[in-house]
Each structure stands twice: as C-alpha cells, then as structure tokens.
C-alpha cells in the first residue's frame, strides 16, 4: 500500500485547478440508469470513487466508458441485472443510491446497504422511508435492501425530520420517473443537489426548487440523454485554501464556485489570512504570524461543511488561542484528533466538541489516515510540520482527491508518494 511523504515546513506558491465535485460526479452516474440513451459528463474528477462507481454500474449493464482526460460516458439501453452486491456497495456511500433508479426503471432491485467512511453509524432510514412513500415495497434480508413496485413508483409527499444529502438526491433520482408529483419537504440545500437536479432536468425532468428545502418534482414518463459538466468540487478547493491557510503563502485556486463556499471564506478571513475572491477563482494569503482562534460549528449547506472540519482543525491546531470545533453532523468524526497530537497538536474531544489549543508548531510524525478527509487534514499538517511526515493507509485519500501530489507540488510543495513498508 502506498504511503505519502511530505517534508514540511515550506509556504505554498502557485495556482491550482480545482476538479469537478467527487460527491456530485457519483451521483450524476447513476443518471445513465433512468434512460437508454447516452449520458456524457465532463468536468469529471478521476478518483477511485467514481472508478467504483463505474465498476457496479457496469456490474448492472451500463457500458462506461471512462475515456481520457476529464469526460466520461454512459449508456444503459439495457439493464442485465438488478442486484448491486455488498463487495461494489461497500466501497463508498453513494452506490447505494443506485437502489432509487433501478426501482424507477425495473420495478425491482436488490442493493447491499452501503459502506462509506466510518464516521458514524450512518443508518439508511430516511432513503427506504421516501422511497416507501413512493410506493415501494421494502424488506432486508441479510445486509441487502430488497425492493420492488410491481405498480410502478407513484409520487408522494415526502417530510424529512432532518437535513440528509444521501436521502434527498436518492429521493429526487427515483422520483423522477414516477407517477404524479412529489414533493420533498426540510430537503438538503447542498449545491450537489442543485447540480443533480439541473442534469435530471437537462434531461427532461421537471424537478422545481433544488436547493431549497420544499423540492417540487413532477414525475414524466420517459428522460432522454444528456451533456452535462459536473460543478467544481467545493470541499477539494476548501481543502487547499485551508492548506495555504495553515502552512503559508500565496495560492491560487481556479475553477471554483467561490459562492459555495460562503461559510468558509470569513473564517479563514477572521483567522487573519488574505482571502480575495471574484466568482471563479480565489487567492490565499497568508505571510508569518500565528492565526487567531476561530470556533466552528459544522451544519448542513448553508452551512460549514462538516467534509471541511478535519481541515480547518488542522489550522487551528496553530492558532495563537482556544477555539471550539463542534462536529454537528456525524458522531465519530473526531478520528484525526490522535493523529494531529502526535504531530504535537494540543487537542481535548469532549462528545461532539474538541478544544483546539494552538501550539506554535506542528512536529512531523508517522500517521495514519483513517477517512478521506481526515487524510486531507494530515497532509495540510504535514506540509505545515518541519521535517518528515510519513502518512500511511492513503487509500482513503484517493477516494476523493485527484493528483493531490501533483497539484501540490505546483505550489512548490515537497511531497511524493511512496510503497509502504
Ligand atoms: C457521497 C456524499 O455525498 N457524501 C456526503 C454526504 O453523505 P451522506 O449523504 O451520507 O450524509 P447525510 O446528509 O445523509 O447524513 C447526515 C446525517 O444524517 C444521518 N442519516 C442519514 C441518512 C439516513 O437515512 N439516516 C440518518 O440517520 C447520518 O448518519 C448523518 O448523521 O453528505 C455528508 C454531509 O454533508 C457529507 O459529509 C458526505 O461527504
Ligand atoms: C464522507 C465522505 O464520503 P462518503 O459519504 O462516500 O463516505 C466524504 O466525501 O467526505
């Protein structure tokens, strides 16, 4: 297994090109189930998440082809079968809502429940109570969802009790084809949702209102194939902010929406860095002096993004101050706190809040990345850290950030991956 190593120490310089959203790209994916026409999307990151992603679809009949740069295309004309097995389900969340279109298009599907990063004991509740209010039949039966509607999915009203991103795009990816209207209340509001929804509508949905918490979704009878770019990744350009927040200099990030982003700039802003935005791109500042503490409280999109609160811990972790982070959204995303002390960082988790007392430096260490964006966290201490950072277990990473290493290095980073012994 590959391991990465970072000689800290040193401020980034340099532009970075953000990639098209991992969180969008493998929902949009899906899209190619609910018409026999080809989908095309561009912007398209390349991660192991969406290599994933095209493994179980393929699994199910789709012909994928994940071509060169950044586009790939998808064709289901047919589907030959309508079960998605634990071993492609477990790798990542978002496969499970394959289970939604399959429901739509065959009346029937049999889906592992999902795996993901353990941040949480992350239940599927609220995805099998909106499909069943759309008239799905649903039993479990040994780790697998089974599911069918032998009349078809009819519309229904659907009132989440709280925010989910994962219920409300699967909500929206099966009621779209079926009968009547739908409408989703105390919907999540992410921008993934509205980039879901515009494709689902480019390709003849009628779904009104994503992005707000009342969707609006009249079913029809047929989608045709689609064109369609994917939105820039908020949480990667979120990452890299923070990297040149934390370790220092001058970053440039292009491609971005700068406006999904409007939890994060006024904090890395508070915390006494330079932020200068114009709608796609924006440029990181930070010269010597320690950050000032800054509290942060993750919530749903408006929000700050609880994908950005490893991150952001990892700034603070060298703020001349306390600050509070209170993780609001999942209950065991804490996991980077023993690998951020071991780098020297002076962190207390109490429940769902950590106490981040600054210390003046980070020293480099061996550490492991336990999730994602924990691994995230670890590279921006790294590259903060005097010395030799080793992180081992980065398959985590390549889930969801493409080239981290080389786009790294473009700012003068010295970081390289390496085998693990
Ligand atoms: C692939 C993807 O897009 N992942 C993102 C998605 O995850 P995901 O879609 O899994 O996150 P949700 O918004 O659904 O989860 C929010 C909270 O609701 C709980 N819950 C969710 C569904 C359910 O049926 N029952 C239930 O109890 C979860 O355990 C969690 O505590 O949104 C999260 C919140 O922004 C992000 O951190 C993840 O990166
Ligand atoms: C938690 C994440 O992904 P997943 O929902 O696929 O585990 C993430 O993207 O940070």
Redesign the pocket.
């Known amino acids: 297994m590959d391991k990465i190593v970072i000689e800290g120490g040193f401020p980034l310089n340099g532009e970075i090109s953000i990639s098209g959203a ?2 969008s790209a ?1 929902k949009l994916m899906a899209v190619c189930l609910l018409t026999d026409e080809p989908v095309t999307l561009t912007n398209m990151p390349r991660l192991r ?1 969406t290599r994933s992603m095209a493994g179980l679809l393929r699994h199910l009949g789709v012909e994928v082809d994940e071509g060169e740069g950044d586009v790939m295309q998808l064709h289901a004309p047919k589907l030959t079968d309508l079960t998605a097995p634990y071993d492609l389900v477990r790798k ?3 496969s499970f809502n394959v289970l939604g279109p399959l429901l739509a298009r065959e009346r029937k599907a049999k889906v592992s429940l999902p ?3 353990a ?1 949480g004991a ?1 239940p599927v509740d609220l995805h099998l109570k909106a499909l069943e209010a759309l008239g799905a039949d649903i039993k479990l039966d040994e780790g697998y969802v089974i599911a069918s509607a032998k009349d078809g999915l009819k519309g229904g009203n659907i009132t989440f009790p709280f925010v989910s991103v ?1 219920a409300t795009e699967h909500a929206m990816l099966a009621a779209v084809l079926a009968e009547g209207e739908t409408v989703l209340n105390n919907a999540a509001r992410e921008p993934e949702i509205a980039d879901l929804a515009n494709c689902l509508n480019a390709m003849g949905a009628k779904i009104m209102g994503a992005g707000r918490s009342e969707v609006r979704i009249q079913g029809v009878e047929r989608l045709s194939g689609v064109k369609y770019a994917v939105v820039p990744d908020r ?1 990667e350009a979120g990452t890299y902010a923070l990297a040149a927040a934390t370790a220092g200099g001058s970053v440039r990030l292009t491609n971005i929406r700068s406006d999904h982003l409007g939890s994060l700039w006024p904090l890395i802003a508070q915390a006494g860095a330079k932020v200068s935005l114009d709608e796609t791109s924006v440029l990181i500042e930070r010269g010597g002096g320690r950050p000032k503490p800054v509290d942060v409280d993750t919530m749903a999109y408006p929000g700050f993004p ?2 950005l609160q490893a991150q952001f811990m990892a700034f603070m972790c060298l703020a001349d101050g306390t600050s509070i982070i209170r993780e609001n959204i ?1 209950e065991n995303r804490f996991m980077h706190c023993p690998e951020l002390i071991r780098m020297g960082a002076d962190i207390t988790v109490r429940g769902r809040e950590a106490i981040v007392r600054g210390v003046k430096e980070y020293r480099a260490a061996p550490v492991m990345a336990t ?3 924990a691994s995230a966290c670890l590279i921006n201490a790294g590259l903060a850290a005097r010395g030799e950072t080793h992180i081992s277990r980065v398959y985590h990473l390549d ?2 950030f493409e080239k981290i290493e080389v786009k790294l290095q473009q700012c003068g980073a010295r970081i390289s991956r390496q085998k693990d012994d």
């Open positions: 991992k969180n493998i998440d990542m969340r978002a795996g993901g990063c941040i992350r994962g949480i609880t994908d999942f999730d994602l964006r889930r969801g």
